[in-house]
């Protein structure tokens, strides 16, 4: 019986090993055909190794347009969204997990039914009022529309129940308030579901396309995914292989802080539970 188990157990292993190695495919050829030559992208795409490594495309790709605008247009994007929905989700979350008051429950169902409107339907409307608040080719078009999240209110509320009552009533004892608790204990006890937010908003943030497509037309003010975008128009016949590049530079800030949060993230998933 404990032999069978074994077996099993490394039979599990393989298998995701093998979903893991297949998911990661995309990634290795998109970083083997950012080195490749022009010529050859199509001609050997089928290769697993350039004939030749050309670190150039990487130059090519910052130098032909402004993508270090680009890049630090979307750290600061990407960063605000990030910090303010982890500020406003929070906050929204302990009200709806720990203060009671009338209509609490209507209230918190009616919030996350937003999450059911389709982003096209509010779009438009948004957009006007960007544009009567004259917010176009601005930071504050791509960063206010997006300063709350129903999803990481209910993420966190959904944790913040797991969390001891018992500790919030001792913190009580000793003179807190709801401000002190919500600072002093629930947000200490829930940094995995803090980091796992975090990384949610940055990605939906960082990998943003339709609404900065909209509000954004100066050069100096896209974000990286226009930028891509605007690199692959500035060739007539595409450079393939330099935007593969340049795929690679904005997937790189993403890949760095899953690997340095990959274990808060996890975490923070695994123990965020459906209690009602």
Sequence with gaps: MKRRKILADIATYLILSAVGASMLVPFGWMIVASLRDKTEFFRQAGSLFPSGIHWENYVQAWTTVPFGAFFKNSVIVAVCVTVSQLLTSSMAAYAF????????????????????????????????????????????????????????????????????QELEDAARIDGCGHWSTYW????????????????????????????????????????????????????????????????????????????????????????TGLKA
Excluded: H
């Design 184 to 271: 002093r204990i629930i947000l200490p006890l829930s940094k995995p579901a803090l980091s796992a937010f975090g990384i949610i908003a940055f990605l939906g943030s960082w990998n943003s396309f339709i609404w900065p497509l909209i509000v954004i037309n100066r050069p100096t003010m896209k974000t990286i995914p226009i930028g891509l975008q605007s690199l692959q128009g500035f060739y007539g016949d595409a450079n393939w292989a330099v935007l593969m590049a340049g795929a690679v530079i904005a997937a790189l800030p993403m890949l760095i802080l899953f690997f340095l949060a990959q274990k808060q993230f996890i975490e923070g998933i695994t123990l």
């Design 97 to 164: 997990a720990r203060v009671r008051f009338k209509g609490r429950d209507a209230l918190f169902v009616a919030y996350l039914s937003t999450m059911m409107v389709p982003a096209q339907v509010t779009m438009i409307p948004l957009f006007i009022m960007i544009v009567k608040l004259r917010w176009v080719d601005s930071y504050a078009a791509l960063i206010v529309p997006f300063l709350a999240s129903a999803y990481g209110c209910f993420l966190l509320r959904q944790f913040f129940l797991t969390i001891p």
